[in-house]
């Protein structure tokens, strides 16, 4: 497996942005498919975001396109989540994720590891 860390959540106004980063280690993440889910108060995990381990294919939630963009940087072992207008419902804890599979990309399922994940909070 290889291990995840979270990084760059905070407080932010409603239209504000954030950029999120997930640092592996342990195993190069060239091979993986990376993803972010996210979480809010009493909810399942959802997906967010997810990047094949090239870049080639990207997968978003409805609700989010046109406002984040996923992207990864292999040589650093480093994926991003770069969030913009954000809205109050996008407040939530953000997971990064990391699967081998590049099927059911949208489940959790798929993910072989986890992060501890990052508080997101957007305020009205």
């Known amino acids: 497996q290889v291990q995840l860390v979270e990084s760059g959540g905070g407080l932010v106004q409603a239209g504000g942005s954030l950029r999120l980063s997930c640092a592996a280690s342990?195993?190069?993440?060239?091979?993986?498919?990376m993803a972010w889910f996210r979480q809010g108060p009493g909810k399942e995990r959802d997906f967010v975001a997810a990047?094949?381990?090239?870049?080639?294919?990207?997968w978003y939630r409805d609700s989010v396109k046109g406002r984040f963009t996923i992207s990864r940087d292999n040589a650093k072992s480093t994926v991003f989540l770069q969030m913009d207008s954000l809205k109050p419902e996008d407040t939530a804890i953000y997971y990064c994720?990391?699967?081998?599979?590049?099927?059911?990309?949208?489940?959790?399922?798929?993910?072989?590891?986890w992060g501890q994940g990052t508080q997101v909070t957007v305020s009205s």
């Open positions: 994720a990391a699967a081998l599979s590049s099927r059911a990309v949208m489940t959790t399922r798929t993910y072989d590891s």
């Open positions: 990047i094949s381990w090239n870049g080639g294919s990207l």
């Open positions: 342990g195993r190069t993440i060239s091979n993986y498919t």
